[in-house]
């Protein structure tokens, strides 16, 4: 039961559906009971801060699952934190996000649960996963240790706007481009049309930093300092992005009368001024392409590293190390994993995280985008998951300070680099204290 001290959080409580697996009959090692049939009961509670709705992902298929689980699902608020409802003796069974901040979430507040015997009793076959997931999940942070399993995935794609490409008589772009290739592509589209200025190609900073395609660290975990100014693969990446995108009368001239600081999603889907946008292939589940004539297609790659697309963005769940239903909780998480509920959230537009050409060929068909170019999403290699870190959003922070300058071309690539990498490490200086 939720404390009085923490009512005002945000809270969904769902039942949910039936029967897990009967082969999880008896206790597990922390002395919990697994639930074997219909008429056994539990009480979860599951917490996540992404702000992603709990009920619409995973909730209408776990009712339908489990209806003799009460789950109640609560979503972290900048008031109602993990570590608050901790402190509070707050209930926790399982933790959800994004890889991105998942591992913090576990570490830092003690949380963190190896899975591995868990896995095992529950029959979780890890070959069944896309390999750098796994990879992802156990380590070398984690000490090879199975601290949780990917639910869903992402990465990045290109959008594409037909209507201006249809605007400018030029042809769409298509899969297994170089970022070479789309440069080329985006300068046919940096014109103005009837008092409008149009544009080529942005790719969103933000995500890009965290799923690049060399699989740069961010951040160096021994020594905790930004790589952004020491890894060479980092200044190849914003010259060819960012500055090589850039060099054009055209694109100049828009950044120029430009109202927002730099460049963004209002631009592809709001003002449809973007021809061509680089962004996670989750875009797909929202609303804000309704109103647009669009596509998609395989993000560009780098001529010497043919076919390798960006990194998986995976959502990750944790048992976590408090629970006393470990193996309810695992039956959840084992649930959805499974190709039963893959294939259906692959249908409805969520990418899975299976290793399962059926599955991944399923992707969107229940949905308005099913006569989409959804190949795309599954067109290049993955790039290997780089070592996340707690403070990749300080970094993102600083690189994006001086991006609309760089593009200008009134800084050069050194200086902005520089500029950012001393701002990022003082700021993590500043965060450890």
Known sequence: MLKKNISFMLISTLLFTTAA????????????????????KANLVIYSQASSGFDEKFGTYL????????????????????????????????????????PNNMLATGLEYDMTELL???????????????????GE????????????????VLFYNKDIFNKFGVQYPKDGMTWDEAIELSRKLNKSDGGKNYFGLYVSINHYVRTNQFSADTVDPKTLKTTINTDDRWKKMYQKLF?????????????DNMKASRPGESHFYTDKELAMFGFLSSLTLGKELETMNWDMVSLPTFSEMPKVGS?????VFSVTKTSNQKDAAMNVINYLVSDEYQSAASKNGQMTVLNNDKIKKEFGQDTKWKDKNVGALFYNKAAKINNKSDYED????????????????????????????????????????
Not at 21 to 40: F, L, P, R
Not at 409 to 422: F, Q, V, W, Y
Request: charged residues 25%; contains cysteine; glycine residues 6%.
């Open 141 to 156: 942070r984690f000490n090879n240790k199975i601290l949780g399993l990917p639910v869903y995935n992402n990465n990045m």
């Open 311 to 315: 990194q998986f963005y995976p959502v």
């Open 120 to 138: 095992k009793k529950h029959k979780v076959d890890l070959n069944r996963f896309e390999p750098t997931l796994v990879d992802a999940v156990k």
């Open 394 to 433: 300080i970094v993102e922070s600083a690189l994006r300070g001086d991006l609309v300058n760089l593009m200008k071309g009134s800084t050069d690539i050194n200086t902005a680099l520089r500029k950012a990498e001393e701002k990022a490490n003082k700021s993590i200086q500043e965060a450890k204290k």
């Open 63 to 102: 009712k339908k699952k489990f209806p003799n689980y009460t789950i109640t699902s609560i979503t972290g608020t900048p008031e109602v934190t993990l570590q608050s409802l901790i402190t509070s003796n707050q209930q926790i069974d399982i933790v959800w996000d994004s890889i991105g901040y998942w």
């Open 21 to 40: 697996c009967s082969s999880n009959k008896g206790s597990s090692s922390s002395g919990d009971t697994a639930v074997g049939n219909d008429n056994e």
């Open 243 to 255: 500055i090589d995108v850039a060099n054009d009368a055209g694109y100049r001239t828009y950044l």
